[in-house]
């Protein structure tokens, strides 16, 4: 046995369950902001939080279960962020209120980098390589934090019908994860964009250009 495995005691409350994921989570977003999704492994995860890899599969099956779950977390950023925002800044009876409605959501998901991060590996990489039981849980409470976030857009006049605003917030998920990557290319990317003159789009100005374009086309729709 190792001093890390004599040392290491597995959480017994549910408390220290959810502080020892918290770690796990934190210690995999440090890993993607120094580097890329290839650069998470399990053994650098483990290594991060200085637990062996054995101790490490108490809390999560994969490091793509750990993805999914940091892409959660964002989005429960994302939905409190959004109940902070004060329904008096929103005026959306004319142009000008919406194109500023539309710059306060872009403020929001901007500062959750891993909204777009992870949501564009999302569906072909991350949910494929979990556990049933976990991408159902995940799958849940997206379903729950899409329904608040729909009611709370329509509380602040962006919205009269709640399954229009949550068409919306649909779409617009589906958009930031292919947005992102387009925005954000790696270096190899870079030197052929850099070389050809082929253009590399701002995160922020596209997606306050689509959310401006998306909220005047669907305060117009019907359910």
């Known amino acids: 046995m190792t001093e890390e495995d004599q040392t290491y005691q597995r959480a017994r409350t549910q408390e220290q369950k959810n502080q020892r994921l918290d770690d796990i989570l934190d210690a995999t977003k440090s890993i993607l902001d120094e580097g890329s999704y290839h650069d998470v492994t399990l053994s650098a995860i483990a290594e991060r939080v200085g637990y062996s890899r054995a101790n490490l599969s108490h809390y999560v099956g994969s490091k793509e279960e750990i993805l999914l779950l940091l892409y959660i977390r964002s989005l429960r950023g994302i939905l409190e962020d959004m109940k902070r925002i004060d329904p008096r800044s929103l005026d959306v009876s004319?142009?000008?209120?919406?194109?500023?409605?539309?710059?306060?959501?872009?403020?929001?998901?901007?500062?959750?980098?891993?909204?777009?991060?992870?949501?564009?590996?999302?569906?072909?990489?991350?949910?494929?390589?979990?556990?049933?039981?976990?991408?159902?849980?995940?799958k849940r409470e997206t379903i729950a934090m899409i329904g608040e976030g729909s009611s709370l857009l329509v509380e602040y006049g962006l919205f009269d019908n709640a399954d229009i605003s949550t068409r919306f917030l649909l779409d617009l998920s589906n958009y930031v994860s292919g947005l992102y990557p387009a925005t954000h290319p790696l270096p190899i990317q870079c030197a052929a964009c850099e070389e050809t003159g082929y253009p590399v789009p701002s995160y922020e100005e596209s997606l306050h250009h689509f959310l401006s374009v998306q909220l005047i086309g669907y305060r117009m729709m019907k359910a």
């Open 94 to 138: 004319c142009v000008e209120g919406i194109e500023a409605a539309a710059g306060i959501l872009t403020s929001v998901l901007s500062s959750h980098r891993d909204f777009g991060r992870l949501g564009a590996l999302l569906a072909s990489i991350i949910e494929t390589n979990v556990r049933l039981e976990c991408l159902v849980a995940c």
